[in-house]
């Protein structure tokens, strides 16, 4: 039986997880805006990101989307030394970001009395909650890059933070804006609803990271804005050909995301398939626009773009495939492991 896009109600596991993080949950928050703009700071210089973001809000200022918000300061971390992706990286963008004028400054806390919103851009999701907590202290709202941590339960521990502290945050990749996601999702004419969907693009991990969190969310955060939540099992087949992690959403369709084999040519993709069509060669990554359209939007207004459950159920789906991978192909749910991982995140609070 297939539920009509427009009508579909999330009924994931995900959503009862007691966060009470369900749509704009911070009462009252959105209306402290920051109409006229604000000061932000970055937190982790160790990727191209920082780089990439500071260019493109601070050298628009003529267009409205990102008119009075400027990057202006930058704490680099210590970056970890057991990740070359960001060890080896972080003198190099910091020089970078020093000669574009931002001043780099020597603690999170210096950081914060002089900036009104921030970027958490380190590379290496384990150090993600440690760095967000004194943000959250500090009231200030922040986008957390990709992964907003490396494991389920920390993404459970930031999210409890920020129900703690009243502050709202939000992560994605950049695909999850992607314009010709969204006109799918919004209802592509010629296209109706949504049957099934394939994503595809590198996999790439991290040292201490689920498998799919450090690369392969970029390709499966586009599946979940094409599928939509609700997803409630995961097969994942893991082989030297190739790795495909296949979910099963709660109303009977399947969304896959196929991880192009090691030595593969790179790339991003989709195919859709409707009731009235199918669109092929779905372009799911258009460049960091479209994302820092939303987080500017977010830093001026307080309203999260992404609900915190969708990121939540993102996380349960590719910690589901970790334990298929482990148990030979075999299903696991996403209810599952979301049991498992809760107790472990109020440890992590805890410490």
């Known amino acids: 039986m297939i539920i009509h896009r427009r ?20 009462p009252g928050f959105s209306k402290n805006a920051i109409k006229e703009g604000g000061k932000i700071g970055i937190i982790g210089l160790d990727t191209s990101h920082v780089v990439a973001f500071t260019k493109t809000i601070n050298e628009n200022q003529d267009k409205s989307e990102f008119e009075g918000f400027q990057v202006v300061a930058a704490y680099p971390t210590k970056g970890s030394a057991d990740m070359p992706s960001s060890i080896d990286r972080l003198d190099g963008f910091t020089e970078r970001l020093s000669g574009m004028g931002i001043e780099i400054v020597n603690s999170v806390e210096e950081l914060l009395e002089i900036v009104d919103v921030i970027l958490l851009e380190s590379v290496d999701g384990r150090r993600h909650l440690e760095e967000a907590l004194p943000v959250f202290k500090s009231g200030k709202r922040m986008f957390i890059d990709k992964p907003i941590s490396n494991t389920m339960e920390g993404a459970i521990a930031i999210f409890e933070l920020s129900k703690q502290y009243n502050v709202p945050v939000f992560s994605c990749s950049t695909t999850r804006f992607a314009p010709a996601t969204l006109e799918i999702k919004n209802g592509k004419e010629g296209l109706g609803d949504i049957l099934g969907a394939n994503t595809f693009g590198p996999a790439g991990g991290a040292i201490g990271h689920l498998d799919m969190a450090f690369y392969g969310i970029h390709g499966i955060e586009a599946l979940f804005t094409l599928m939509g939540p609700g997803c409630k099992e995961v097969i994942r087949l893991d082989r030297p050909s190739g790795d495909m992690v296949v979910g099963t959403w709660n109303d009977g369709r399947i969304g896959m995301f196929n991880a192009i084999p090691d030595g593969g040519k790179g790339g991003f993709g989709a195919t859709v398939f409707g009731v ?20 500017v939007e977010y830093f001026r207004t307080g309203v999260l773009p992404l609900d915190p459950a969708d990121t939540l159920e993102l996380f349960a789906f590719m910690a589901a495939a970790d334990e298929s991978k482990a148990k030979g192909g075999k299903s696991v749910t996403l209810e599952s492991v979301m049991d498992k991982a809760q107790p472990k995140a109020r440890k992590l609070l805890k410490a």
Do not use: H, M, R
């Open 276 to 295: 009235d069509g199918v669109e092929e060669k779905v372009k799911i990554l258009a460049g960091y626009d479209p994302l820092l359209v939303e987080i």
């Open 7 to 26: 009508k579909f109600i999330k009924t994931s596991a995900i959503a009862g997880i007691g966060l009470g993080l369900s749509g704009s949950v911070f």
